[in-house]
C-alpha cells in the first residue's frame, strides 16, 4: 500500500514545493497538495504575469500545446514539468499527485504535511490565486 502525504500550499513558493514532491512522487509516494491556490511564485508580479501569459498563447487552439487556468492545475503541470512524464516510470509518479483548491471535505481535520525547504516569503511575489484571476478564473 502507498503512503499518501497531505500538503497544504499555503505560503510555499510553488517552484520548491514543486521539486520536493516530484522528488517523493518518483520514489513511489502519493502526495496531495491542498490549498493549491495559497502557493507562491517568487519575482515581479509583471513579470510573472507576463511569463505564464505567453506561455498561455503559445501553439493552436487544436494542437497545443495547452497551458492551464485553474491554479491547481497550474500547481499540477509544474510538478509535470519536473518529472520524467514521457517515461512509464515518470507517468506512473504523476498519476498518484492530486491537487485541490481549498481543502476538500475528505482531509478536513486531517494533519498537514508541513514543507519548511518551501517556505520562503520573498520581497515580491504573486498567490497562484491572483495569478489564475489575471489569466480569466473566476470560481
Known amino acids: 500500500m502507498n503512503m499518501t502525504t497531505i500538503i497544504d500550499g499555503t505560503g510555499l513558493t ?10 517523493r512522487l518518483l520514489s513511489g509516494e502519493e502526495i496531495v ?15 510573472i504575469k ?11 487552439y487544436r494542437k497545443g500545446p495547452f497551458f492551464p487556468r485553474m491554479p491547481d492545475m497550474i500547481v499540477k503541470r509544474t510538478i509535470r514539468g519536473m518529472i520524467p ?15 485541490y483548491i481549498g481543502i476538500p471535505e475528505q482531509f478536513k481535520g486531517v494533519n498537514f504535511e508541513k514543507i519548511d525547504i518551501a517556505k520562503k516569503t520573498p520581497a515580491d511575489f504573486l498567490t497562484i490565486e491572483e495569478l489564475s484571476k489575471f489569466l480569466g478564473v473566476n470560481w
Open 50 to 60: 507576463n511569463r505564464y501569459k505567453k506561455k498561455r498563447e503559445l501553439g493552436t
Open 14 to 23: 510553488l517552484g520548491r514545493l514543486g521539486t520536493h514532491a516530484a522528488k
Open 33 to 47: 497538495i491542498v490549498n493549491s491556490e495559497k502557493a507562491i511564485i517568487s519575482g515581479k508580479k509583471l513579470s
Open 85 to 99: 512524464y514521457q517515461t512509464p516510470h515518470g507517468r506512473a509518479a504523476f498519476k498518484r499527485l492530486k491537487c
